[in-house]
């Protein structure tokens, strides 16, 4: 103990001789993570310099603020857990398919293979590496932004939910409803007989990454007052997809693009996007469970904006994953 302590004074003190700002546990935590993000995805040093400047630009994506943010469980306690460590979740055919570590193809089973997928999602949330804690306080468009960087976009409603229900439908989007509100009550009476979870057809606690807690202070939201209190990704094996694809529940709610016209879908390439849906429960919800989480059940236009407003909305269990075109 003493050795670290004096190596920390050492470093504190050539860093003031230097006129150099010491590196906060926040700092640190995102270099670590960046680092890890262009080693397991094999980023080019361009495509890792274009996520950093957005988080640098952000000052608040990462890991949570690591002064109050308390996870449940550590890395280590997921790496037991998980498949070989971790190395488990590695999929070669998926990797042919999709062309990236870590992504699953989107399909239907009842007609189609793996290869038939025109689009793969992320297997775990952002940074989609298993056993690493979520990225959250990002925004919609910041979102957008780090996924085009990585060579993949960010992904439609629709294909979210297929992932989740096992299941890639074609897209079901009402664009003559007219209204936020009138789309998602159209989608969601036509699916609510058919609800179903990750996991199977019932909601079940203990499956998923739900039973953690929210910090004392957090009132509402805010940086210095709710802390990040998630898990590692992939550390619950039991709250998986059909098509592979993991935390769907729990965790971090994720970020999707929701078109309002057929010209707003990022699956036909567009760069014109439409407006934000939020997908999935929280790290809390095995305690409170505050709204449904079915697969395919569309949320009401909660803190709603175009996905590429510069003000969409970012918090303490928001994060992301990414979608990718099959060529």
């Known amino acids: 103990m003493k050795a670290f302590t004096f190596a920390a004074m050492a470093a504190a003190v050539l860093a ?7 590196e906060t546990q926040f700092e640190q935590n995102n270099r670590i993570l960046l680092d890890q993000l262009a080693q397991v995805h094999r980023l080019t040093p361009r495509q890792k310099a274009a996520v950093e400047a957005i988080f640098r630009r952000s000052g608040v994506i990462g890991q949570g603020n690591p002064a109050i943010s308390r996870h449940p469980m550590s890395v280590a306690e997921c790496q037991a857990r998980a498949p070989r460590n971790g190395a488990g979740y590695a999929n070669r055919r998926f990797e042919r398919i ?61 294909e979210w939910e297929g992932a989740c229900a096992g299941a890639l439908e074609p897209p079901d989007y009402p664009f003559g409803a007219g209204s936020v509100a009138a789309m998602r009550s159209i989608h969601n009476s036509k699916y ?61 709610a994720e970020h999707m693009n929701l078109p309002m016209t057929p010209g707003q879908m990022a699956s036909n390439g567009s760069k014109t996007l439409g407006v934000t849906e939020m997908k999935g429960s929280w790290f809390i919800w095995d305690k409170i469970r505050a709204h449904p989480d079915w697969c395919r059940w569309r949320a009401p236009y909660w803190h709603g904006s175009k996905v590429m407003s510069s003000g969409s909305h970012a918090n303490y269990h928001l994060g992301f994953r990414c979608c990718k075109t099959v060529d």
């Open 16 to 22: 003031l001789a230097s006129g150099a700002r010491a």
């Open 192 to 252: 609510a007989a058919s609800k179903s979870w990750a996991y199977g057809p019932d909601y079940q606690r203990g499956v998923c990454a739900a039973n953690s807690s929210k910090s004392s202070t957090c009132d509402g939201g805010g940086w210095s007052r709710c802390g990040t209190n998630t898990y590692p990704t992939g550390s619950f094996p039991g709250c998986v997809s059909k098509l592979g694809v993991y935390d769907l529940h729990g965790n971090a």
């Open 98 to 158: 999709c062309g990236a570590k870590y992504m699953a193809p989107l399909y239907d089973p009842r007609s189609e293979k793996p290869e038939d997928a025109k689009a793969c999602i992320d297997q775990f949330e952002f940074p989609n590496i298993p056993c690493t804690y979520p990225v959250t306080w990002v925004r919609a468009k910041e979102a957008a932004e780090i996924c085009a960087a990585m060579g993949k976009r960010i992904c439609d409603a629709h």
